[in-house]
């Protein structure tokens, strides 16, 4: 996948491959600027926060042996993009699973110990399982599209299927 991006105060494309990111960067008018090249294994920490400003982009964090590597996302498609990194990356453990616990039977202790009941609990796990299936949809989107590969899709899919 690729996204167009900005490093080090120089515009440049993201681009996802099969061993790790290519950052292809850009000059002033266009021409090639280099590129570096951080490979998965390489990366320790990955996160994904937003810029300060009128103008709020989301901003990818990445932790590598020689230091910090900030790339700043410009794509509309920068959740998708960061969820194939993070997928990419199996040594670096997700922040977003969720583990599931059979739910009690006895609803009093349930609220008791919650403070809400099954009910409540139930529709937040519908919320969770319909954000699951938009991410699911949207990447079968970008699949149609072309911008995401069959397998990309595949990771995207078995991803949030196991988190539902």
């Not at 400003?53 to 790339?71: E, H």
């Not at 699949?143 to 078995?158: F, Q, R, V």
Request: net charge negative; with cysteine; proline share 3%.
């Amino acid at each position: 996948m690729k996204i167009k991006g900005s490093s080090e105060a120089t515009s440049c494309d993201c681009i996802l491959e099969k061993d790790g990111l290519l950052l292809k960067y850009k000059g002033f008018f266009g021409g090639d600027k280099g590129e570096e090249f951080i490979k998965y294994s390489d990366m320790h920490n990955i996160s994904l926060e937003k810029t300060a400003g009128l103008v709020s982009s989301p901003i990818i964090i990445i932790d590598i042996p020689n230091g910090t590597k900030k790339v700043v996302l410009l794509g509309k498609h920068f959740k998708m993009f960061y969820e194939l990194l993070e997928a990419n990356t199996p040594h670096i453990p997700s922040e977003k699973s969720i583990e599931y616990e059979e739910p009690v039977e006895n609803s009093s202790i349930l609220k008791s110990i919650t403070g809400k009941d099954n009910k409540k609990i139930d529709e937040s796990l519908d919320v969770d399982e319909s954000n699951h299936f938009k991410s699911i949809t949207e990447a079968k989107k970008l699949l149609d599209m072309g911008a995401i590969t069959e397998e990309e899709y595949d990771l995207i899919k078995s991803k949030h299927l196991k988190n539902m």
